[in-house]
């Protein structure tokens, strides 16, 4: 059962994702894009009740038939704190004992997944676009790719 922290920042996540079209099931968003479904999913950390991460992904349809895959089943995955140029604002953000109002709570985290979410998301989004970012040297140090999806860019 999600705690109240968990349900307060999906609501803040909520806003921005769904304004672009992803649907929500418990704590996980998704949006089926060109070639892939885009996931976005708030994860509670198992080593204390405040900590939570946003994490992205991105599942080939042409590598599954999953509709509604996890973020830990996707082809393509990443943090959102890997993204963002200050990881312990976005820390502080999450981290609801911090002492900040909620309209700017919400507000920063809506300009953070707008900001840096959603356009990775739309980058892996195509095979074309995502075929383009392996080729980038900082891929690796942000995402996690699995062997089935490489092979497949690679040849596609």
């Not at 109002?101 to 979410?117: N, T, V």
């Amino acid at each position: 059962m999600p705690s109240t922290q968990n349900k307060q920042l999906q609501k803040y996540l909520s806003i921005p994702l769904k304004a672009n079209g992803f649907r929500k099931a418990g704590a996980t968003w998704r949006k089926s894009c060109a070639d892939a479904i885009c996931v976005v999913n708030l994860q509670g950390s198992q080593w204390g009740s405040n900590d939570f991460y946003v994490n992205l992904g991105v599942y080939f349809t042409a590598l599954g038939n999953n509709a509604s895959p996890t973020e830990y089943r996707c082809h393509v995955r990443a943090r959102l704190d890997s993204l963002v140029p200050d990881p312990r604002g976005l820390d502080r953000m999450l981290d609801l004992r911090e002492p900040i109002p909620d309209d700017e709570r919400g507000a920063q985290l809506s300009r953070l997944i707008e900001g840096y979410a959603l356009p990775w998301l739309d980058q892996f989004a195509t095979i074309k676009g995502a075929r383009s970012q392996l080729v980038g040297a900082q891929l690796g140090r942000r995402a996690v790719v699995t062997g089935a999806a490489l092979r497949f860019l690679e040849s596609a």
